[in-house]
């Protein structure tokens, strides 16, 4: 039987966003799976400043898509992001904030846990 997906602290991963539904599989979490080679694991709240930085390294997630089910974000909107992407965003100053209950655990195979509780909305 297949463990649950954990989150970076090694519980349960919580919910990410519905509205838009985000994830992977388009479940509203940040779960992953060997075919995801984008590792869509980081829960983000995007920011203006984000998405701006997104679109100009080639990834506009701004113009909706209706073809692939994809609406385009506006900031404050809930998302699970590339983990690289949010390590190159948090690199040039641009990271935006973390949920770290809904970012998967793969999520520290490319970014440090400091990075995200340094961004988090939820740390407690």
Excluded at 60 to 77: I, Y
Aim: glycine share 8%; charged share 20%.
């Amino acid at each position: 039987m297949p463990q649950a997906p954990r989150n970076v602290y090694g519980e349960p991963l919580a919910p990410c966003g519905f509205d838009p539904l985000t994830g992977w599989t388009r479940n509203g979490c940040c779960e992953t799976d060997a075919n995801d080679r984008g590792s869509h694991t980081v829960c983000a709240r995007v920011t203006a400043e984000f998405l701006e930085f997104s679109r100009s390294r080639g990834n506009d997630l701004v113009t909706p898509r209706p073809e692939f089910g994809f609406p385009g974000l506006k900031a404050g909107d809930r998302w699970c992001l590339c983990a690289s992407r949010w390590a190159e965003a948090h690199s040039a100053g641009v990271a935006p904030p973390v949920v770290l209950q809904a970012s998967h655990l793969r999520a520290l195979d490319l970014v440090p846990l400091e990075h995200l509780k340094r961004h988090a909305i939820d740390l407690v």
